[in-house]
């Protein structure tokens, strides 16, 4: 049964229509293989019997004729989505133990729609990293390794890096993720799969453990452009429990996949070009004009002349409201607490001091201190008006390109370890990827190719707001074009 994890969504919907399965078989086959893939450290939580038990109930609707739109299809749920009667920690240890009584929008979105849970995906601690080395559960392997037969263990990407990692690894078949900073993207491109970052306000963050509330964007992580068009199309929607959740249609995100980029204007930002990029990236990056090109697209250049403040600007928003956001955390009245303190003060700071891990100490402390009276106007004002500038640069690029090509990260997937030196030289992971988080706009990563070491790389497509029609229509060119079919290692090709 295992070439039943080898399958796209799209497959899978399309078996259990015709019932060459069921989707017991279907989850029984993920479960199997989350419990033989143990090793990757992919989940903090399994969840086989609530994944058994809502299998059920789709064959109940396959047999009935009323299957819903994802009915029994098996998904890995990032440990920041809130579940009801499961706990949810943050991959952190100061939420160890809490069980929320409520759904986020989002898996509620999807189990509405007949989606099955396998588990809570571990993360980076709070989503803070892009290694997936943050987790108070530990690490998360990649299930890729360099062709080098050094076998060092690399990082999936972060933060959503078990999300990320089992779906590469064939344990489950899409997964839920959020993105800040690049945490769709990033860990999508490290595991050779892809992974979009919709339009903020596209998807509800109700009952979704806040890291940065203005930047904080969930989305879906799967295989193929198709299958991320299939998931984003259950979990978006309006949601009057945000107040940031936008009152829109949501577009069948698939049909626009129309294999056609005929006269589209694609722009490529020449501040992207990074001094000391490694040539792959280059390499890889001049390989997807190409393809477009071919496909009949124009090629424009474009200029976003403030993405050199992006990074700094973004380790200044993003901690400042991390450290608002995790004001919440005291002991009192979620997860962990100090059975030492010999007053309420002295218990406050035990428990976070116990509770929360470096890199969350780290921001919480950026944050208060950008947020600080003297350094508020220096420091937090002067990003918030940076960050204008970086989203009209978009708008003005968008007066002349449908939509812009960039790679997704500047670097395959690293060894668990590295980087760990230096926070600023992690923080670079993200130079591709949080101008859109700071515009708002949509962008997905595609898997494009592979490096000299056979390690997995990606490109980004990114497009207008509300516009991820667009982005779906690009990457699926990209797709096509690429014809990404390397696995990691010891997974078998699919059964024919
Ligand atoms: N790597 C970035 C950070 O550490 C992005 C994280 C994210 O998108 N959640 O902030």
Redesign the pocket.
Known sequence: MSELTHLTIDEALTGLKNKDFTAVELTQAHISAVENARTLNAFIVETPEIALKQAKESDKRYAAGEARPLDGIPFANKDLFCTDGVQTTAASKILEGFVPRYESTVSQNLFNDGAVMLGKANL?QF????SNTSSAYGNVVNPWKRSDGSNAELVPG??SGGSAAAVAARITMGATA??????IR?PAAFCGIAGIKPTYGRCSRWGIVA?ASSLDTPGPLARTVKDNALLLASMAGHDPKDSTSANRDVPDFASAMTGDVKGLKIGIPKEFKLDGMPEEIEKLWEQGIAWLKEAGAEIVDISLPHTKYALPT?YII?PAEASSNLARYDGVRYGHRSSEGANLDEMYSKTRAEGFGDEVKRRVMIGAYVLSAGYYDAYYIKAQKVRRLILQDFEKAYETCDAILTPTAPSAAFAIGENEDDPIKM?L??VFTVTA?LAGIPAISVPAGLDAQGLPLGLQIIGKAWDEEMVFRVGGVIEEAAQFSAMPKGLTQKAA
Do not use: L
């Not at 959020?178 to 945490?183: I, L």
């Open positions: 980076d989503a803070m990293g892009s972060g933060s959020t993105d800040t900073g690049g945490s990033q890291f973004y993003a923080y992971n993200d988080n």
